[in-house]
């Protein structure tokens, strides 16, 4: 999958999650989805959003059939690298240690958790 390019807003990453949780989906389910209703307002809002995250190349819209479907074109773990390289370019210059170190010494990471990411420096 592509690795993210653009900036994504909070409301634009609701949506990747409800497609990342199940698709692809038409416009009118995912406002379903978004907003609990199938309302024209609704589906237009969700289409403007469609559109602003096709131009990001963030999501693929299959036209086979007359209503179009949905789908990413990124990963979960793609947007969360780019969200964090991001904070990390903002706070710290780039680097990602301050991140890290945070996480482990607060304990938010699980064993299994720690245990990869000591995998994943060793292979460094």
């Known amino acids: 999958m592509a690795a993210p390019k653009a900036f994504i807003t909070d409301t634009e990453l609701v949506l990747l999650k409800v497609l990342w949780s199940d698709q692809p989906l038409t416009a009118r389910e995912i406002a379903s989805r978004l907003y609990g209703e199938e309302s024209a307002s609704a589906i237009g809002t969700v ?3 469609i559109q602003r995250l096709e131009e990001k190349e963030l999501v693929l ?3 086979r059939e007359p ?3 949905f789908s990413t074109r ?3 773990d793609a ?3 780019m969200q964090l390289q991001e904070l990390a370019a903002k706070l710290s210059d780039g680097s990602l240690s301050p ?3 945070h996480m482990v010494q607060a304990e938010r990471l699980s064993p299994i958790e720690k245990q990869a990411l ?3 420096l ?3």
């Open 47 to 49: 289409q403007k959003l």
């Open 61 to 63: 819209r299959d036209r």
């Open 67 to 69: 209503v179009h479907r």
């Open 74 to 76: 990124v990963t979960r």
């Open 79 to 81: 947007v969360a690298g």
């Open 99 to 101: 991140f890290i170190m």
């Open 118 to 120: 000591r995998r994943l």
């Open 122 to 124: 060793e292979e460094q």
